[in-house]
């Protein structure tokens, strides 16, 4: 026992011969002093440290729960708050330990520098777009001593036990990394850091070898859960860390995609939504090695590779589509795609891509002729017999018989046919029509689309209700507005069908548009005055929801505005989060301020 006191004594009374002489000879100590970075380790020497006697105390009997709790409560010892270990840092990159390497000791007073202005930065209130730069700290750190706890100073300087032992030249640890400006928080006048400036902070220090900021510190600097205020700052500078790197991305695969197009010729596209940018990059260098791989193939033979007008789509499987397309599955390697590119009938796709044009000028020219917006069916249903030849009667109806009657001539002749039945409740519902048809904006069959189903003997109805009713609901979509016939009806019919169900058509567009032009307004009123770069609605989200959050936005205008949210992605949905391509911020539209 007196040899581990007389151990203990003599460590403490190197330790603070050492720092005497540190604050004797460096001015930069000196300053750290002033500035709250260093303390005397004499005051804190053991606190934050692990009660090792306990650990070693320990039964071996306990059992596998009590081991877990006192693993945790170790870590929870080992945590310390960020004023210490940033002294410990500056234990450690002191100028004075490297006098021997101008250089890296130069680079350590840069870097140190720049973390006191990061943490100035994250206590002071946002300075606007121009003070949200990248930090790029490099320490060079001398190998820390075996078996010396992280408050303890060496009984040798670390340069000397270095240089002893070391071969020639420097030994550094290189800690390099790149830190992204730090969000301030919403409240200017709290002097905490934001839950994500310590997060980044404790990135550093553990890179550095130093323990993490105790959980406690990092739990005090929240407010209360799910409170818009507090969320925000934080998923602000988890999108803006996001954008620096995604808008590099965007522009690699913009490139990459060109260069792709001039060299081979062809078009490279994604599944939309499948895959984030960085995953775009990786696929379309997969793409890359795999085209060249096969042209290094052909030039063997003696052949010329010719993929000349395809389209290649990389999605989940590997395929040719019933529109010539080129699927290529993403989990494939480039060795797969070349094998498939190889041995794909380019011809054959050519010709495929050739008949889908065709069919889609038919497609267009049929809904000219029937006076309509747009005929449209299911992917899958585009190329099939069924289709063409629907669009072929029509076509030969149209040209003998002309477009399908307009609505203002369809209202007129249901007016007048209505009134001479004398019928109380046909006038009702004819005056209520004629009421809704007259104050729409759609007044011709110009604006309504026509969806074409599938064949009757391919759907399949439900068993409650009537095949009339199933009939009535599959006609006009009421949401979309689209009028609804199937492949095999005949030209006469579905002119009748389109005549019929023209007025409950236009109903729903003009309902449709005039609430999307109400959105619309209201989005850019809140766009421009929460100074934000896009404000969308989930589509989980109803209108009368968003509107609803459009208004709350507006009435804490001020108070949100504080959480320097200028230049933000926000769309409204169900719950507080940050998207999980990084890309904007998730807000719900019932949200506390």
């Known amino acids: 026992m007196s040899g581990v006191l007389r151990q203990a004594s003599t460590c403490y009374s190197t330790s603070n011969l050492l ?27 053991g606190r934050d440290q692990p009660d090792i006697g306990g650990q070693q105390a320990f039964s071996s009997t306990a059992g596998q729960q009590q081991q877990q709790q006192q693993q945790q409560q170790q870590q929870q010892q080992q945590a310390v708050n960020l004023k210490s270990a940033l002294r410990q840092l500056y234990k450690r990159v002191h100028p004075d330990l490297l006098t021997d390497y101008p250089a890296e000791q130069a680079e350590n007073e840069r870097s140190f520098k720049l973390l006191q202005d990061y943490l100035h930065q ?113 998923a602000a500078e988890v999108v803006r860390q996001h954008e620096s790197g995604a808008a590099l991305d965007e522009v690699r695969v913009a490139n990459m995609r060109a260069a792709i197009r001039i060299a081979h010729r062809v078009v490279a596209g994604f599944q939309p939504g499948a895959f984030s940018g960085q995953q775009q990059v990786a696929l379309l260098q997969r793409l890359v090695d795999a085209l060249n791989l096969l042209s290094a193939e052909f030039e063997a033979e003696g052949a010329t590779l010719d993929l000349s007008g395809l389209h290649l789509l990389i999605c989940s499987k590997t395929s040719l589509d019933s529109l010539g397309t080129l699927c290529l599955a993403s989990d494939d390697s480039a060795e797969d795609w070349a094998d498939f590119l190889g041995g794909v009938d380019a011809g054959y796709a050519r010709d495929k891509r050739a008949a889908a044009a065709a069919l889609r000028q038919l497609e267009a020219g049929v809904a000219a002729a029937l006076g309509v917006r747009m005929l449209f069916t299911a992917a899958h249903y585009i190329m099939t017999h069924e289709y063409r030849s629907f669009l072929e009667r029509l076509a030969a109806h149209a040209a003998e018989h002309g477009p399908v009657q307009n609505l203002s001539s369809c209202s007129t002749e249901t007016d007048s046919s209505t009134s001479s039945s004398g019928s109380s409740s046909s006038s009702s519902r004819t005056s209520s029509s004629s009421s809704r048809t007259s104050s729409s904006p759609v007044k011709s069959l110009a604006d309504v689309p026509v969806y074409v189903a599938p064949p009757m003997q391919h759907q399949q109805y439900d068993a409650a209700g009537s095949d009339q009713q199933q009939q009535q609901q599959q006609a006009v979509h009421e949401s979309v507005g689209y009028i609804s016939v199937t492949m095999d009806s005949a030209a006469a019919e579905v002119y009748h069908t389109i005549q019929e169900h023209a007025a409950a058509a236009a109903a729903i567009l003009s309902a449709r548009q005039q609430l999307q032009q109400e959105l619309a307004e209201l989005t850019a009123s809140v766009r421009s005055r929460l100074q934000l770069r896009r404000l969308i609605r989930d589509a989980l989200v109803s209108p009368a929801d968003y509107k609803a959050a459009c208004r709350r936005l507006l009435q ?18 169900d719950k507080n989060r940050v998207a999980a391509d990084g890309s904007l911020v998730d807000i719900a539209w019932d949200f506390e301020p």
Request: aromatic content about 6%; charged content about 20%; overall charge neutral.
């Open 19 to 45: 720092l005497r002489v540190l604050q004797q000879s460096s001015p930069t100590w000196k300053l750290g002093c002033r500035l709250g970075w260093i303390l005397p380790a004499t005051a804190d020497a």
């Open 122 to 234: 994250a206590r002071s209130p946002s300075q606007g777009p121009a003070s949200r730069v990248a930090y790029h700290f490099r320490f060079f750190l001398l190998p820390q001593p075996h078996g010396l706890d992280v408050e303890e100073e060496p009984q040798e300087p670390p340069s000397q036990a270095a240089a002893a032992d070391a071969p020639p030249g420097p030994q550094f640890q290189r800690v390099q990394l790149s830190l992204p400006p730090p969000q301030p928080k919403a409240d200017s006048s709290s002097p905490g850091l934001s839950a994500a400036a310590l997060k980044a902070l404790s990135k550093l220090l553990a890179q550095c070898g130093l323990p993490p900021v105790a959980a406690e510190e990092r739990e005090q600097q929240a407010d209360a859960a799910g409170r818009l205020s507090t969320f925000l700052p934080e």
């Open 556 to 573: 804490h205008r001020e108070h949100l505005l504080r959480c320097n949210i200028e230049g933000l992605s926000i769309r409204v949905s």
